[in-house]
């Protein structure tokens, strides 16, 4: 098994076309650790439902221990949807070769027959939703120190595939689900599946619409423009999650309602922020306007 990043020719060609193709590319595996489909069952015990941690529109994660010990996260991904192979293509490509303390790091991938497996760095913490939104049993307790950090190394992780990467690469599904956490709670930008790469000297591409209702830009939702705003617009309503402990969709963990009555934000009057903070986490002290 080799391990290394994408030669400089590959991923340049890759990424200054904008576009990731369908069809598996031999040279994209070259240099990017690869895993056998026995050594992946094998550590996640056949992918036994009790290491289950995840679900997707196009496959399921699974919490496993390789024999060195390394705890690992498997995502398999359907043979059978060619956006299930699209997905597997995306993140390859898109992050394979990028690191960053708040971005999930891709450890290597399996290709056997219709197999596609991707093998991840594995968040102790689960996923951001959970901590939010998921059972009250569980122990985490984010107080408001947690939850700013967590903000702050998202925006992070985001400021990182807009500004710093050549070229940039636009998520288009920020979500609390697609935030995971580490032992120590820092964020992670996860699930790359969706991801385009903007050529050079592009400001919008014009593509279908993907991602998660309530966390769309209206102009993205409504018109199918894309650019960098989409993911600071998803950005936002992750923020106003956190700050309130309330999902965007229509029901969260829990059952309780949301903060948004529609699919393209919020419909919050402004002024009931606060006061949603304060309801949910018992905030005390002056308002600041």
Not at 80 to 87: D, M, T
Not at 150 to 176: N, S
Request: hydrophobic share 35%; proline share 2%; net charge positive.
């Amino acid at each position: 098994m080799g391990c290394g990043c994408f030669s400089t020719s590959v991923a340049d060609r890759k990424r200054s076309s904008g576009h990731f193709g369908h069809d598996l590319d031999g040279n994209l595996l070259e240099n990017i650790k690869t895993f056998s489909y026995n050594e992946l069952r094998s550590a996640t015990d056949n992918f036994h439902s009790s290491n289950k941690i995840g679900r997707g529109g196009f496959g399921t994660v699974y919490k496993g221990t390789l024999k060195s010990g390394k705890q690992v996260a498997v995502k398999t991904l359907s043979a059978r949807s060619k956006q299930g192979v699209r997905e597997f293509l995306n993140e390859i490509i898109a992050i394979s070769n990028v690191r960053h303390p708040n971005l999930v790091e891709l450890i290597g991938c399996c290709v056997e027959g219709a197999d596609r497996v991707l093998v991840y760095e594995y968040a102790e913490n689960n996923s951001l939703d959970r901590a939010l939104l998921g059972s009250k049993s569980k122990n985490i307790i984010l107080n408001w120190e947690k939850r700013s950090a967590i903000c702050l190394g998202t925006a992070r992780g985001l400021m990182f595939l807009h500004e710093e990467l050549m070229p940039p690469i636009v998520h288009r599904d920020i979500k609390a689900s697609n935030i995971l956490l580490d032992r120590d709670m820092n964020p992670k930008i996860g699930d790359f599946g969706l991801a385009k790469l903007f050529p050079d000297n592009i400001t919008h591409i014009s593509t279908r619409i993907a991602g998660t209702t309530g966390y769309l830009a209206p102009e993205y939702a409504l018109g199918g423009q894309l650019t960098k705003k989409a993911d600071v617009y998803s950005f936002g309503v992750l923020v106003l999650e956190i700050v309130s402990g309330r999902s965007s969709a229509k029901e969260n963990w829990e059952g309780q309602k949301s903060f948004s009555s529609n699919g393209h934000g919020s419909s919050m009057k402004k002024g009931d922020y606060w006061s949603l903070s304060t309801q949910r986490w018992g905030i005390s002290g002056g308002r600041t306007p």
